[in-house]
């Protein structure tokens, strides 16, 4: 796709030429984003779980060259496996926490018997188990759900994607006006008026105008 018109947003050039296509296009056929279009829609969609993953990969990789310097338990490791194990499923089912709870309670007693230490000053403290295994455990979890959430969901483009997000009036709805979403600008139409710097919830897409209603 070639650059927008000047006035216009590359998101609703998309919105134009997907509603276009839709009706334009006989039954049975569809269309689909090529080059830079589809690699900033791609990139878009995924980054949301393409960095807690980068994260985690980090915090695994750098856990694993310390273990390499002390003596540890095996069967330690075994329960942290399992830890882990139980916190991918907790994000994967809805179990009410209770994998999550199993698996932070393997992760705190993994991290509390890990190091073999010949003298306490070299074994893990109960304190530092504690806080590391329920803020790991945690973390965790949150990010797994996010990431699991964001692959789920369709990709959505120009302004669908938009529907439910908050914009700012720029210009005053009476009823139709200017708002600023996602750093664009958009033609849209509230059934109540909005003044400058008010919020507003788009609602829904006609042509190339915004719906939206005021946030209470």
Not at 54 to 79: D, E, G, K, Q, W
Not at 171 to 188: H, R
Not at 193 to 209: F, I, K, N
């Amino acid at each position: 796709m070639r650059n927008a018109a000047p006035g216009f947003s590359s998101g609703q050039a998309e919105a134009l030429i997907a509603k276009l296509a839709t009706e334009t296009l006989p039954k049975g056929m569809s269309f689909e984003w090529t080059d830079l279009t589809y690699q900033r829609i791609l990139a878009g969609n995924s980054a949301i779980y393409v960095y807690p993953l980068c994260i985690l990969l980090v915090f695994i990789v750098l856990a694993a060259f310390a273990l390499n310097l002390l003596p540890v338990r095996y069967t330690s490791v075994m329960l942290l496996v399992a830890a882990f194990a139980l916190l991918i499923l907790e994000a994967h089912f809805a179990s009410h926490g209770v994998l999550a709870a199993v698996g932070i309670l393997c992760l705190v007693i993994g991290a509390l018997t890990l190091v073999d230490g010949p003298i306490p000053e070299l074994r893990v403290h109960l304190a530092t188990a504690l806080s590391a295994g329920l803020a790991f455990g945690l973390i965790t979890v949150f990010l797994l759900r996010l990431a699991l959430r964001a692959r789920r969901s369709k990709f959505r483009m120009g302004g669908d994607a938009m529907i439910g997000q908050i914009a700012v009036v720029t210009q005053p709805l009476a009823p139709t006006g200017q708002v600023m979403v996602n750093g664009e600008l958009w033609q849209a139409e509230s059934a109540t008026p909005a003044a400058l710097g008010e919020r507003v919830r788009v609602q829904g897409l006609r042509d190339l105008t915004l719906l939206v209603e005021r946030v209470p």
